[in-house]
């Protein structure tokens, strides 16, 4: 049975100790490419440094920050700037398909295959004890990974233009997740993960 077949409902994946759902296209009324290229012109774009095992480093990707609350990860807050139209109207949409409310989400902008997302979870205190995350990716496709923190368990997923990934349940808990670079030439890709800030 092809789990994608029906590309508008947002689709359970099986995975141990979490809630992983998929659905191929979120259903807005804009093209992808149009969301992708007002995407770039309207987000106000930053290289960040974080801090990882007490050096700051250049994040290797460019990011933003948007919505109702501030934000604390890898050493730094990031305080937020309003949501613009583009993305109130993309939250919506997700909370629709998710049956999930969000007041934040973090943008990251990924140049070419040498930008990356380290292995990382999305466990702040702030997100609470089992954070709903909803991704959704536009432009050029991303492997995206998953690797269980204490079994030898990984998943890989392709996320394409327009898709929707909501991470929920214990997967924070027990798994780690990240994109790596890739030797393949690839064009841009921008992600936004929408969050609820307790």
Request: some cysteine; glycine content about 8%.
């Amino acid at each position: 049975m092809d789990l994608f077949a029906d590309d508008t409902r947002l689709t359970p994946m099986p995975i141990d100790d979490g809630e992983l759902w998929f659905q191929q296209r979120l259903p807005l009324d804009l093209a992808p490419d149009e969301v992708m290229r007002r995407l770039l012109a309207e987000t106000g774009w930053r290289e960040e440094e974080i801090q990882v095992w007490g050096k700051l480093h250049k994040q290797p990707r460019l990011s933003a920050w948007h919505g109702e609350a501030s934000y604390r990860y890898s050493g730094k807050t990031f305080h937020p700037q309003p949501f613009t139209a583009l993305q109130l109207h993309i939250k919506q949409t997700v909370e629709r398909a998710t049956g999930r409310r969000f007041n934040s989400v973090l943008l990251n902008y990924y140049r070419d295959e040498r930008d990356s997302m380290g292995f990382h979870a999305d466990d702040e205190r702030e997100l609470g004890p089992e954070p709903a995350i909803a991704s959704v990716s536009f432009g050029a496709p991303r492997t995206f990974i998953l690797k269980h923190r204490h079994l030898p368990k990984k998943v890989q997923l392709a996320l394409g233009d327009g898709c929707l990934l909501l991470m929920a349940g214990a997967l924070q808990k027990h798994w780690l997740h990240g994109i790596n670079k890739e030797r393949t030439p690839r064009g841009p890709r921008i992600n936004l993960t929408f969050r609820l800030i307790l």
